[in-house]
């Protein structure tokens, strides 16, 4: 449904352009939930908000349904299809004012079907009640989904969440979770987020980004299974769990220039890392790492 | 040690016209927070973590109740020292890391090799980062450089609430690494509202729902047997990327 190709973006400073994101390939299907995983500046942000095309991209394609984003007339058709729910938009509800309000002001004051609005909050397991409540009233697991749904109304295509779970407690974290899965039979969903734990738990295909480059996509399941490059192994085995507990981790810190975007973090680098690295697929698991498979014999493995 | 009797904070809410009714952020709890361990504190938004953490601190004194540190109502200048979750709240933003440094070092009398050390502890390099603004630090890097100027004084405690969100899943596996390592020296009580979290990190657990302790144990028994129905809840809900929801 949505391709991305090729795509590298930046933004202009002092009239100069910066690359953030670099020969980014990814796709996105009908009621799929894709996650985009990454540690903060690894391009997340800067790759949503080129998808949206809010931002320059110095090459490559956005396609969707069979047209490329970028040629006369598609570019309204998408954005009417696509919804970009910012980062900051959790907590841009007006605190004062009703939930009902806020809704009144989505659809520009023009009358809306009030019961479509009550049954999709049902659906979503929202109480329709909320809708009376100011936005003050309301928790913080509870403003995050209110805002989902709100974005929900005007039935997107493609929803889009940038760290939708950010600043909730795991019990809200869980709640919104579920949420997603529900809203997922009726659009497809992107997340972006640095949370391995609440991306594996609900997204279909996962993406790995790191200084502004895709380094591995596969579906979840076979990325906990087999990883094909180091980074992804890496946050998959030290994280913060109790199961983890005695786990001990002995950061790599070289000192080369070029090649491999992970060259400076990676234990299992030789010479041939300081190419640029192509990106490869095997049965529809994609890396960035060319000594894959060949690191995991190492012996610091 | 840290140890707490009867401690009470309630505020005043309005519940309708003229008519307030009381709201307890803490519901007198008692309990002690040892040395040489990491003390996990845990529970979901609103169950009194925050406020537990400002009292212990000497931030906030309006509640009822005690906090006695090693037995005494008063305590050193340098016994505890807080990490909020907001690193702007610590920093000066239009400073250098290297004025941070600085200026933690001479006010609290220790050499500055030992807060470069400390500094670096954090997997930062100093030279690289000696003469950049706070504002230009990511999120991250900036809980870092608070939680350095924390311990610079080594206090006997630091208080650390959820003063490592903003670290990415690596960095936050190592800085947990760090707190385990230096808990000999400095004792931790680590605030966070995620159970797993807290219970890779801690030594011993407590639970916090509406301003009551509701059970506290050793991570093990808390994680294996716990006996409340919430604290199980907690451990149900914890993200975890083994499990799909
Ligand atoms: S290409 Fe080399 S440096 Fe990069 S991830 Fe693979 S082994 Fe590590």
């Known amino acids: 449904m949505l391709i991305i190709k090729n795509l590298s973006s930046g933004y202009y400073q002092d009239k100069k352009y910066h690359e953030v994101i670099k020969d980014i390939n990814l796709t996105v299907g009908e009621n799929e939930i894709i996650g985009i995983l990454g540690p903060n500046g690894s391009g997340k ?14 090459s490559g394609d956005i396609i969707y349904n069979g047209q490329s984003i970028f040629e006369k007339g598609n570019y309204s058709e998408f954005r009417n299809n696509a919804i970009y729910v910012k980062q900051d938009s959790f907590n841009s509800l007006k605190p004062l004012k009703s939930i009902n309000f806020q809704i009144g002001k989505l659809y520009d004051w023009k009358s809306f079907d009030e019961n479509y609005v009550k049954s999709l909050f049902s659906e979503l397991s929202l109480d329709p009640a909320i809708l009376q409540m100011k936005a003050l009233q309301l928790s913080d697991g509870m403003r995050h989904r209110v805002v989902i749904a709100m974005a929900l109304l005007k039935e997107p ?13 795991s019990i809200s974290t869980y709640k ?21 734990n609440a991306l594996f738990e609900i997204a279909d295909r996962i993406y790995i980004m790191y200084n502004g480059m895709v380094i591995e996509d596969a579906n979840f399941n076979d990325l906990l299974k087999c990883r094909f490059h180091p980074y992804t192994d890496m946050i998959l085995k030290y994280v913060p769990l109790y199961s983890n507990k005695n786990l001990v981790y002995r950061p790599v810190k070289n000192d080369r220039h070029g090649g491999c975007v992970f060259i400076n973090s990676c234990p299992y680098i ?5 190419n640029d690295i192509p990106y490869k697929n095997i049965n529809g698991h994609g890396y960035r790492c060319i000594r894959y498979p060949g690191w995991k014999d190492d012996k610091n493995n | 040690m840290i140890k707490i009797i009867n401690l009470t904070k309630k505020y005043k809410i309005k519940t309708g016209n003229f008519r307030y009714s009381d709201f307890y952020a803490l519901d007198n709890i008692s309990t002690i927070f040892k040395e040489n361990i990491i003390n996990g504190i845990t529970g979901s938004s609103g169950s009194g973590k925050t406020t537990l953490a400002n009292i212990i601190s000497g931030y906030d004194r309006d509640y009822s109740g005690e906090v006695l540190y090693d037995n005494s109502q008063e305590k050193k200048y ?6 909020f979750q907001d690193p702007y709240i610590s920093l000066n933003m239009v400073k250098t890391v290297e004025w941070h440094i600085m200026t933690a070092s001479e006010l609290n009398n220790v050499d500055i090799e030992s807060s470069i050390k400390k500094f670096e502890s954090t997997r930062l390099d100093y030279d690289d980062y000696r003469s950049k603004y706070v504002n230009t630090l990511s999120g991250g890097e900036m809980q870092k450089l608070a939680f350095t100027i924390a311990i610079i004084p080594d206090p006997k405690y630091i208080v650390l609430d959820e003063a490592f969100s903003m670290l990415d899943p690596i960095n936050l596996f190592y800085m947990l690494s760090l707190l385990k390592s230096i808990r000999k020296t400095i004792s931790v009580i680590y605030i966070d509202h995620d159970i797993n979290r807290v219970a890779f990190a801690s030594d011993y657990i407590y639970i916090l729902n ?5 059970e506290e144990n050793d991570t093990d028994t808390i994680m294996n047997k716990p006996e409340n129905e919430y604290t199980k809840k907690l451990i149900e809900y914890s993200p975890d990327y083994k499990k799909r929801i």
């Open chain 1, 176 to 196: 919104l979770l579920k949420i997603l899965k529900e809203i997922k039979k009726k659009t497809s969903i992107i997340i972006s987020s640095n949370d391995v």
């Open chain 2, 210 to 214: 509406k301003g009551r302790i509701i």
């Open chain 1, 45 to 58: 942000t800067t790759l949503l908000r080129a998808i949206m095309g809010e931002i320059y991209s110095s």
């Open chain 2, 78 to 83: 340098d016994y505890i020292r807080y990490v």
């Open chain 1, 270 to 274: 030789n010479n041939e890392c300081e």
């Open chain 1, 157 to 169: 295509k493609i929803l889009m969440l940038d760290e939708p779970t950010t600043g909730l407690d």
